[in-house]
């Protein structure tokens, strides 16, 4: 990865904070899709009905554990948000997001097959790596808006990656967050290039398709709608090139 594949973007429509304050909210724009792709659910899915809410689409919500619950069927029986007016919307599937179909796993294809304007948003714990190595262009030019979870940055195994560079091709990155969870302050950043840069970072990439002209960022971040992820924990600032641009 180099630097430059950071740069944070002005985003041409305004940003919107999706989800619950705190861990597992993200903050992107308002757009019409036809669907959600979600992989990473945990216990929390308030971003997954903000986001049907606003943008009018239904989500299809995958993971292997749905918050250690034991199994989906006690997820959905005891999930705080059921009384939700959106919940209808979103379906449920016990499967991990990985680069091929099986039983227990899936990778998406059938949706990039059925639709055309996609939103994805991955919180997978390391294994955006491999997905987006696997992940075709041309799925990758069905996807409106990315939603991704960039986690280990610096450890060697992924120093190379190219994902960022790749999905850059056809999206401009128009919000970037640092995740706060590490405790221990030596531990939250590493160096991309000479320049600090999260371990465990959030980025939100829009369409090309949606921007007239593209300007590098000149707000602060964190941005008015981020929420620390842990919220007794001092947010972690990134205001210094590439996040923002004087």
Known sequence: ????????????LEKKRYGRAGDGGY???RISSDVLLSGGIGNDISFELDYVENNHCDAMCYDHQFGNRGSLSDFLADNRFKNHSHYNKLNFFEKM???????TKTNFEEYFHSYDRIS???DIEGGEYKYFDWLLEEYIHKLDQIFVEVHMLGHPRYKNSKIIEKI???????HAHGNNTNSNVSNKYTEIDGVLVPIIIELTFLHKQYFDTIKPNQQELPHECDQPNQILLPELLINHYPFVSC
Request: charged residues 20%.
């Open 27 to 29: 903050v992107g724009v």
């Open 97 to 103: 997001v990985d680069v091929y179909n099986a039983p």
């Open 120 to 122: 994805l948003k991955l």
């Open 1 to 12: 990865m180099k630097i430059e594949d950071f740069i944070v973007y002005e985003s041409p």
């Open 168 to 174: 850059n091709k056809t999206h401009a990155l128009i």
